[in-house]
């Protein structure tokens, strides 16, 4: 008898390890699932707001500013000019923001504002940072990031 309850003792002790365990991983997945939809969700809003401060910049100069252009990336007041009426154009002003945003990082790929300028974004190196087509002159930008990069089924390279 004495045999059967130590045994049954630590049956129940494995169950509750395991059962332990088993909320530990649904835990973790559940924590790590909220992170992805987090860095998901910020970087649609950050292309949002790029989008936005683009068309902004057409719209009163006609053409769209070369984020491309050395050092742009992490100093948009590089690109502040006076126009020929002496009117001072400031994507930065107009932006909001002195530099283009990270792209966030996870286990695959590290946080990136590098901006390529493309006009075949499925073609993108999916390293972080941006597809933007300036020398195509449309003002498309896209995250240059794998599909699914967050595991949220979006193909960055079409949204």
Not at 28 to 50: C, G, M, S, V
Request: net charge negative.
């Amino acid at each position: 008898m004495e045999k059967k309850e130590k045994l049954k003792k630590i049956g129940i002790k494995i169950a509750i390890f395991l059962l332990g365990m088993l909320i530990l991983f649904l835990g973790f997945y559940n924590i790590n699932d909220l992170k992805q939809a987090k860095r998901a969700e910020y970087t649609l809003k950050e292309l949002k707001e790029l989008r936005i401060a683009l068309e902004e910049y057409y719209q009163l100069t006609n053409e769209y500013p070369n984020l491309t252009y050395e050092g742009a990336k992490d100093n948009l007041r590089v690109l502040d000019y006076t126009d020929k009426n002496g009117k001072f154009i400031s994507f930065a002003e107009i932006y909001g923001k002195n530099s283009l945003p990270n792209t966030p990082e996870n286990e695959q790929i590290s946080e990136s504002n590098m901006i390529y300028d493309t006009n075949n974004f499925s073609e993108g190196n999916k390293t972080g940072g941006w597809n933007y087509d300036f020398s195509g002159r449309t003002g498309e930008i896209h995250a240059n990031l794998p599909v699914n990069i967050f595991s949220q089924n979006i193909e960055w390279c079409e949204y």
